[in-house]
């Protein structure tokens, strides 16, 4: 899978509640709402199953980039520590 290579299985999953699973599920639960109300519809009770569909969307897509943004940032701290063993002349320990 392009999205995320096959090195980032070795990381935890991060957890089902997560800050950007429940603002693209929000989103795509309110994206439900406008659209019923630009098309004059009632706007809780008109396409139910619709709201529950992109709620569930947005959630599943909001975890998916947390995934990937947990991804990056593992790979460029691998990358960071890497480099310190490499070259530990240049990060030596202050003498305090």
């Known amino acids: 899978m392009v999205f ?6 070795s990381l935890p999953p ?5 800050k950007g699973s ?3 599920g929000f989103a795509g639960w309110m ?10 519809r009632p ?3 008109a396409g139910v199953h619709r709201q529950v569909l992109f709620a569930t969307l947005g959630w599943f897509v909001g ?3 947390v995934k990937r ?6 790979k460029v701290d691998r990358e960071l520590f890497e ?14």
């Open 4 to 9: 995320l290579p096959d090195e980032s299985r």
């Open 14 to 18: 991060p957890p089902l509640l997560n």
């Open 22 to 24: 429940a603002w693209l």
């Open 31 to 40: 994206s439900a709402l406008i659209d019923n109300a630009y098309n004059q």
């Open 43 to 45: 706007i809780f009770r």
């Open 63 to 65: 975890y998916q980039l």
């Open 69 to 74: 943004a947990e991804y990056k940032h593992a």
């Open 83 to 96: 480099y310190i063993r490499h070259h530990p002349v240049d990060f030596h320990a202050a003498a305090g």
